[in-house]
């Protein structure tokens, strides 16, 4: 451990009296599971990893996903697979090696809400969906489900289309937040950027993160590498130090929320003419016992211009046609608008894959581009690592001074707090 009496580190007005250095593998900004996915994955690998979050964990794209952990072949429904399916087809399989105790990854003991997602069709689209299924395309990825197999939800005989189930898993967001962060505990910190800067040299690279805590200290944070897993946060922190690669792009959703008292969770797509879903329903048990069923798909991307009362209506009417046999009268409708942020693509299209590049010296930029390629965002960033050849180090002592930085808490999920009862 260095100290210097009268640091010059002071970007917050709190006065930093001593100064003390750190020195460890790898700092992750950003603290949603991607940021805290790579963590888990570096520290068993080896190396000293510290992750720092300037909010709660999981805020912002994490806390706000529906769960799904999908092998793309919604993607496919276009009749071929593409560059994004065939990135994510093992993804499922690979979550529940974790989930069991088995993968790269521990997440033992998270719920997981649905074995299965489901896919149906209104009747006008069921013989295309069904001959698409039937193909090669889709083998081994998705079974038709008989009648005496439905969710709860299509027990009646007004439903008249074909539902089949996917390989795909609904989890628990914000236990899959807790369980990453708890497998790190010791390794995740609060960081006030009031209070923090990146310091650069004088070849733009980043040579410390400083930090002036309330108690009159600065800490000068050194590392091999610095990763940006911030989301949105990631177009800032590259503007701080002058790094106008890689862009980023953003694409909006405003998704609808439906809480209603109706027992009947669902995990399922509604498919229409386009290839992309014409609803996606995921379904969250609130603390008060109510479902609510967490509205996206076209719904939520063509959605996103419109005022809030008349895509509750839109919502309204959707799942008028499609549930007529359900009563949503005394419901409470709310919406939450989202950035999806992601590396830019030309025409802002969607993403094919999870996304890590260096941007420059020792910084790297990522996006997991959707909560199923975090694993793949993991594996992505640590082959740059070794192709800079940068190997796991040995434990700084001084790390414990780290302690007395506080350390953020989990983000809690918008099904809690967008409704009043």
Same mark, same amino acid.
């Given at each position: 451990?260095?100290?210097?009496?009268?640091?010059?580190?002071?970007?917050?007005?709190?006065?930093?009296?001593?100064?003390?250095?750190?020195?460890?593998?790898?700092?992750?900004?950003?603290?949603?599971?991607?940021?805290?996915?790579?963590?888990?994955?570096?520290?068993?690998?080896?190396?000293?990893?510290?992750?720092?979050?300037?909010?709660?964990?999981?805020?912002?794209?994490?806390?706000?996903?529906?769960?799904?952990?999908?092998?793309?072949?919604?993607?496919?429904?276009?009749?071929?697979?593409?560059?994004?399916?065939?990135?994510?087809?093992?993804?499922?399989?690979?979550?529940?090696?974790?989930?069991?105790?088995?993968?790269?990854?521990?997440?033992?003991?998270?719920?997981?809400?649905?074995?299965?997602?489901?896919?149906?069709?209104?009747?006008?689209?069921?013989?295309?969906?069904?001959?698409?299924?039937?193909?090669?395309?889709?083998?081994?990825?998705?079974?038709?489900?008989?009648?005496?197999?439905?969710?709860?939800?299509?027990?009646?005989?007004?439903?008249?289309?074909?539902?089949?189930?996917?390989?795909?898993?609904?989890?628990?967001?914000?236990?899959?937040?807790?369980?990453?962060?708890?497998?790190?505990?010791?390794?995740?910190?609060?960081?006030?950027?009031?209070?923090?800067?990146?310091?650069?040299?004088?070849?733009?690279?980043?040579?410390?993160?400083?930090?002036?805590?309330?108690?009159?200290?600065?800490?000068?944070?050194?590392?091999?590498?610095?990763?940006?897993?911030?989301?949105?946060?990631?177009?800032?922190? @590259?503007?701080? @130090?002058?790094?106008?690669?890689?862009?980023?792009?953003?694409?909006?959703?405003?998704?609808?929320?439906?809480?209603?008292?109706?027992?009947?969770?669902?995990?399922?797509?509604?498919?229409?003419?386009?290839?992309?879903?014409? @609803?996606?329903?995921?379904?969250?048990?609130?603390?008060?016992?109510?479902?609510?069923?967490?509205?996206?798909?076209?719904?939520?991307?063509?959605?996103?211009?419109?005022?809030?009362?008349?895509?509750?209506?839109?919502?309204?009417?959707?799942?008028?046609?499609?549930?007529?046999?359900?009563?949503?009268?005394?419901?409470?409708?709310?919406?939450?608008?989202?950035?999806?942020?992601?590396?830019?693509?030309?025409?802002?299209?969607?993403?094919?894959?999870?996304?890590?590049?260096?941007?420059?010296?020792?910084?790297?930029?990522?996006?997991?581009?959707?909560?199923?390629?975090?694993?793949?965002?993991?594996?992505?960033?640590?082959?740059?690592?070794?192709?800079?050849?940068?190997?796991?180090?040995?434990?700084?002592?001084?790390?414990?001074? @780290?302690?007395?930085?506080?350390?953020?808490?989990?983000?809690?999920?918008?099904?809690?707090?967008?409704?009043?009862?």
């Amino acid at each position: 451990m260095t100290q210097t009496v009268k640091t010059d580190i002071d970007t917050s007005g709190i006065t930093a009296d001593v100064t003390t250095d750190v020195t460890t593998d790898i700092v992750i900004i950003g603290g949603g599971i991607a940021g805290l996915w790579l963590l888990n994955r570096l520290q068993r690998a080896g190396y000293q990893a510290l992750l720092f979050e300037q909010g709660e964990l999981g805020g912002g794209q994490s806390i706000a996903s529906q769960g799904m952990i999908h092998g793309g072949i919604k993607y496919a429904l276009g009749g071929m697979l593409t560059g994004a399916s065939e990135a994510i087809a093992d993804m499922p399989a690979h979550w529940r090696q974790c989930l069991a105790g088995n993968g790269d990854v521990d997440l033992s003991d998270v719920p997981v809400l649905s074995e299965n997602f489901y896919i149906w069709s209104t009747q006008s689209i069921g013989s295309r969906l069904g001959s698409f299924f039937a193909s090669k395309l889709s083998r081994g990825r998705v079974e038709a489900v008989a009648p005496n197999a439905r969710p709860t939800v299509f027990n009646n005989n007004q439903f008249s289309g074909k539902l089949y189930s996917l390989v795909d898993l609904v989890l628990d967001v914000p236990a899959v937040i807790a369980k990453l962060a708890k497998n790190c505990a010791g390794s995740i910190f609060s960081i006030d950027w009031q209070h923090s800067q990146l310091q650069r040299s004088e070849d733009g690279a980043v040579t410390h993160l400083n930090i002036a805590t309330a108690q009159g200290v600065a800490l000068r944070i050194a590392a091999k590498q610095f990763v940006f897993t911030a989301g949105e946060g990631n177009e800032q922190l @590259l503007a701080s @130090l002058n790094k106008q690669q890689p862009a980023m792009q953003r694409r909006p959703l405003k998704q609808v929320l439906v809480k209603h008292p109706l027992d009947l969770p669902l995990y399922a797509h509604c498919m229409g003419s386009n290839p992309s879903p014409r @609803l996606t329903v995921s379904s969250h048990r609130c603390s008060d016992g109510q479902w609510v069923w967490y509205l996206g798909g076209d719904l939520a991307t063509e959605g996103v211009a419109s005022a809030d009362q008349a895509l509750i209506g839109k919502a309204q009417s959707e799942l008028a046609a499609l549930f007529p046999w359900l009563d949503f009268g005394d419901s409470q409708w709310a919406t939450l608008t989202i950035d999806r942020a992601e590396p830019k693509q030309r025409g802002i299209l969607k993403p094919d894959r999870a996304f890590a590049q260096s941007a420059g010296d020792n910084i790297i930029a990522a996006w997991p581009t959707k909560l199923t390629l975090s694993p793949h965002l993991a594996d992505e960033v640590l082959a740059l690592l070794q192709g800079a050849g940068i190997n796991p180090g040995q434990a700084d002592a001084t790390a414990a001074m @780290l302690r007395q930085l506080p350390t953020p808490t989990i983000a809690s999920p918008c099904w809690e707090t967008l409704f009043t009862r």
